[in-house]
């Protein structure tokens, strides 16, 4: 079942990756007062805590580039700045060799990939990818002065220890998907503006002569098929009452014009694919898993395209979109044959149909939570003036460890003056995906053979388990994450003894 989860961070045409191999920070932010002091607020005693201990040596660290970006106020040589730890491997870290200094808003740190430094002192923060995270190779002992962030910005399904509250809430800073985290993602697939107002590709005329010319109103195409959300279940039911087209594994009822072939499964941009959709009056656009604020260019793309988006993912998608008509939302229909028939209507009658295009004419932007949205994010999808949101969210963390250090000093030189900082941990609203439920009809009527059944709400509670298990093994202050099983037993035993 893992072996099916999408391992690769997504990304709008090639511009994260290009953006990746971009080191340079660009104009990221301006200075405030407090950074001035930092150096003279560094006490001898502090700088002892801060020497490298022996295994990473000086050499190592001296061999990195002090690269600075338009620079802030921190003048530590690199030995004396806080590790962070990025504990995924894969695509991590995503620069060359193992280390770097990286020099943020506010303040330095080191950024690293090498697990030697797991129990240092230094290492204050220790990153992990979400869909990588697994309850039994976590870093173990919980070190008390060490943080966990969380860098999420897939699926709900790569990872359901996330959606617990006792998996959420042993990470103290959290990038998601979720506008509630600490360092949200949730227009991560929406360039600009300009994307969503790009003018409508194919006319309604022409839209119209294809659909005389025998082409379905509705677009399928989907090669991911045994997914949480269980979308097929649906589009089937759907397609007893409506034309669609289905172009890919899933449902599949039409092929692909062998030109397009090779981009069956193409999340990108390619030209030639997205005329091919943009002639259809209305996407199915279902999410793979859902969960508030998880949305994908399966939503955006149409939007930008013109094409009308059939859209199962966020439950609060409305508070995005452009207005409050440029989408059509399944849940607000009581049964595939009621949506048949509202679409049917839509077809028929041009006028209805293009009120969902509206937004299109720059002054029906009404939303105001959208706009601001993308005018205040500091992060930029394929623009190489702003850092990406995987840069953003390390410099985040390593802003945010340097002044709880700071106020840790602070606090214990002068603790009667000074206020002790307050512990940060993540909610269940970071993330907190609900239980994995029938794409169409009743879980309970589904026969206990069926595919998604044996799979997804399993999955969910197992997760559920080995977040337990985990929230275990830190408080008994394991130092083996292979104990895990161990403790889920125990756990298992005595709650069904009752006394959990
Ligand atoms: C980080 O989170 C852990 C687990 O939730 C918590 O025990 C700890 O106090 C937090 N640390 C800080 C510095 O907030
Ligand atoms: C936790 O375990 C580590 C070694 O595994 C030990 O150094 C540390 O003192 C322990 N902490 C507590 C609170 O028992």
Redesign the pocket.
């Known amino acids: 079942m893992m072996a099916g989860r999408r391992r690769l961070l997504p990304c709008v045409g090639l511009g994260l990756f290009a953006v990746l191999l971009c080191w340079v920070w660009v104009s990221f932010a301006s200075f405030s007062e407090d950074q001035l002091h930092f150096e003279s607020s560094l006490e001898a005693a502090d700088r002892a805590a801060f020497q490298p201990q022996s295994a990473l040596s000086d050499m190592e660290f001296a061999s990195i580039s002090s690269y600075r970006g338009p620079g802030n106020f921190d003048r530590r040589r690199n030995k004396e700045l806080p590790i962070i730890l990025w504990w995924s491997g894969g695509l991590f870290p995503h620069f060359p060799g193992d280390t770097e200094r990286i020099d943020c808003a506010t303040s330095s740190c080191l950024v690293t990939s090498n697990r030697k430094v797991q129990l240092y002192k230094r290492t204050t923060s220790i990153i992990f990818y979400g869909t990588d995270f697994r309850a039994y190779e976590a870093p173990l ?1 919980r070190l ?1 002065h060490q943080t966990w962030a969380l860098f999420h910005e897939e699926s709900p399904m790569n990872n359901y220890i996330l959606s617990h509250g006792p998996g959420i809430r042993l990470f103290n800073y959290t990038a998601t998907f979720s506008r509630e985290s600490d360092y949200p993602l949730t227009l991560q697939w929406l360039p600009s503006l300009e994307y969503l107002l790009e003018p409508v590709a194919v006319p309604l005329q022409e839209k119209n002569r294809l659909r005389h010319e025998g082409m379905a109103p509705v677009l399928y195409m989907q090669s991911h098929c045994d997914v949480p959300s269980d979308r097929d279940r649906y589009v089937q039911e759907l397609m007893k009452y409506i034309e669609v087209d289905s172009y890919g594994k899933c449902l599949n009822n039409k092929p692909l014009p062998d030109h397009l072939e090779d981009t069956a499964t193409a999340t990108g941009e390619e030209p030639g694919f997205m005329n091919f959709v943009a002639r259809y009056k209305f996407h199915l656009a279902l999410e793979n898993g859902l969960c508030p604020d998880y949305m994908t260019e399966k939503l955006w793309r149409p939007l930008h395209q013109g094409c009308v988006p059939i859209y199962r993912g966020s439950s609060a998608v409305a508070d995005w979109m452009p207005n409050d008509h440029s989408v059509i939302i399944i849940d607000e229909f009581p049964s595939p044959k009621v949506l048949a028939d509202f679409l049917k209507h839509l077809d028929e009658n041009d006028d209805d149909y293009a009120r969902y295009l509206e937004f299109k004419n720059h002054r029906s932007i009404t939303n105001a939570r959208l706009l601001e949205a993308l005018e205040t994010r500091e992060w930029g999808v394929n623009d190489m003036s702003k850092p990406n949101y995987l840069n953003g969210f390390e410099c985040y963390v390593c802003d945010q460890e340097n002044a709880r250090l700071a106020a840790e000093r602070a606090y214990r030189k002068a603790p009667k003056t000074n206020r002790a900082p307050q512990p940060k941990m993540a909610s269940n609203s970071h993330m907190g995906c609900p239980l994995p439920s029938a794409g169409y009809g009743d879980v309970r009527d589904l026969p206990a053979d069926d595919g998604w059944l044996q799979i997804w709400p399993q999955d969910y509670w197992q997760s559920l388990d080995q977040a337990e298990g985990l929230e275990s093994l830190i408080r008994h ?1 394991e ?1 083996d994450p292979s104990l895990l099983w161990k403790h889920m037993q125990n756990i298992a035993v005595s709650r069904a003894r009752g006394k959990h």
């Open positions: 002992p008390r202050n130092s």
